[in-house]
């Protein structure tokens, strides 16, 4: 497998389920800005979106949308700690988090990091941003992850996401409980691996 990205986007979060479920794969950096990815080849050519993951199997038959990657990866590793078997209440627990993180954490982080937006519009999109935010950390209380004690792909992309809030200045030092899962995760040695991978840490 190929799996194609961009350093701290949200293809970290696939990345991170491909190391934490042992699945052999290439990592291929893309320059989103320029559409070119590290061997020069107009990205544009590989996904018309432009946008970052996108998982190329053995087969050559391409997949994007970060969340179904990740629902992708975990299926065929039989990872069902990651991402529980179809047709219980627990995988439904987790594809419920992932809509959440994808509709409105990570769409809500996208305009902030837009230098056109005025200073007044993005104060008011944090703030919206942070009230959603201050829900998560309510519900990380008294548990290690989002469903409980065991990590899901919807954990590995909760801290991706909320990792965009030092990049855009907003403050959620306070969410307590946020902060001990944001921790928690980064010492797993497959988000080390992925993070020393893509640059995010020293090797």
């Known amino acids: ?58 087969d050559g038959t391409r997949l994007t949308e970060g969340p179904v990657i990740a629902q992708y990866i975990a299926d065929q590793a039989g990872a069902t700690t990651m991402l529980p078997t179809s047709g219980t209440l627990a995988r439904y627990r987790v594809m419920e988090w992932q809509n959440y993180i994808t509709s409105e954490l990570h769409k809500s982080f996208t305009p902030l990091f837009r230098p056109e937006l005025d200073t007044t519009a993005k104060q008011s999109l944090a703030g919206l941003l942070r009230k959603k935010l201050e829900w998560v950390n309510t519900k990380l209380e008294g548990q290690s992850f989002l469903t409980g004690d065991a990590f899901t792909v919807a954990d590995a992309y909760l801290f991706v996401v909320a990792n965009w809030s030092k990049f855009v200045q907003l403050d959620i030092s306070d969410l307590t409980h946020l902060q001990a899962f944001m921790a928690r995760v980064a010492q797993r040695p497959a988000v080390r691996a992925a993070m020393q991978a893509e640059g995010l840490l020293p090797a």
């Not at 107009?42 to 979106?49: A, G, R």
Request: aromatic share 6%.
């Open 1 to 58: 497998m190929k799996l194609y990205f961009s350093p701290a986007a949200c293809s970290l979060a696939p990345h991170i389920v491909l190391r934490e479920t042992g699945t052999p794969f290439t990592a291929l950096k893309v320059d989103t800005a320029q559409h070119l990815t590290a061997d020069g080849a107009d990205y544009h050519h590989i996904n018309p979106k432009g946008q970052v993951p996108l998982l190329e199997l053995d």
